[in-house]
C-alpha cells in the first residue's frame, strides 16, 4: 500500500468513525429532549381530546358572531355560554394556557347577555372576566390556591423584611 492509499483509508475510516459518534450523539439528545419534553396531561389521547376541545371552541365562538350579526341574539348568547364553558375546560386541562381566549368569550357573553336584557347574570360574567384577567396577568394559579390569591411564595407587602426592634445603642425608630 503507498502513502497515498494509506493517508486515503486512514481520512476515510476516521470520517466513518466520526459519523457514527455524531450519529450517536444526536440519538441520545433526541432521546433526552423527547424525555424531558412535558407530557399533556393524560397523554395522547387527553392531547387529542384538547384539541378537539380546541376546535369546537373556536366552532362556537364563529357560530357565535354569524348569529349574533344576522339578528339572532338568544341563540348566539347560548353559543358563546357553550364556548365559555368549552375554554373553561381548556384552561383547566392545561393551566396558564387558553386565558385570553376565554376572557374574549366571557367579555363577548356578557355583551350578548345585556343585549339579551339578561343584566344581573352579565354583570356576574364580567366580574368572572376581571377574575380571569386579573389571574391571566399575574400567571397560572397553583393547585389548591384559591381563585383570586397568588400563590404561595409570591412578592408582596406582607413578605416584606420586618425591621428588628432597636437595640439598647439604638435611637428609636422616627415617629414613634
Request: hydrophobic share 35%.
Amino acid at each position: 500500500m503507498s502513502d497515498l492509499q494509506f493517508v486515503w483509508v486512514c481520512g476515510a475510516a476516521g470520517g466513518v468513525l466520526l459519523g457514527l459518534a455524531a450519529r450517536g450523539v444526536a440519538r441520545r439528545r433526541r432521546s433526552v429532549r423527547k424525555a424531558s419534553a412535558p407530557e399533556p396531561r393524560g397523554g395522547l389521547e387527553a392531547a387529542a381530546d384538547h384539541a378537539e376541545l380546541r376546535r369546537l371552541a373556536r366552532r362556537l365562538d364563529r357560530d357565535r358572531d354569524e348569529l349574533r350579526a344576522r339578528g339572532h341574539k338568544a341563540e348566539a348568547a347560548y353559543r358563546a355560554r357553550a364556548a365559555a364553558e368549552q375554554w373553561q375546560r381548556l384552561v383547566a386541562a392545561q393551566p396558564g394556557r387558553f386565558q385570553g381566549e376565554r376572557h374574549a368569550a366571557l367579555v363577548r357573553l356578557s355583551e350578548l347577555l345585556v343585549e339579551t336584557g339578561q343584566f344581573e347574570e352579565a354583570a356576574r360574567v364580567r366580574q368572572e372576566a376581571a377574575e380571569v384577567a386579573w389571574r391571566g396577568s399575574r400567571g397560572p394559579t397553583l393547585p389548591g390556591t384559591p381563585p383570586g390569591r397568588p400563590p404561595r411564595g409570591a412578592r408582596g407587602p406582607a413578605d416584606r423584611k420586618r425591621q428588628p426592634p432597636p437595640g439598647p445603642n439604638q435611637p428609636p425608630p422616627p415617629g414613634t
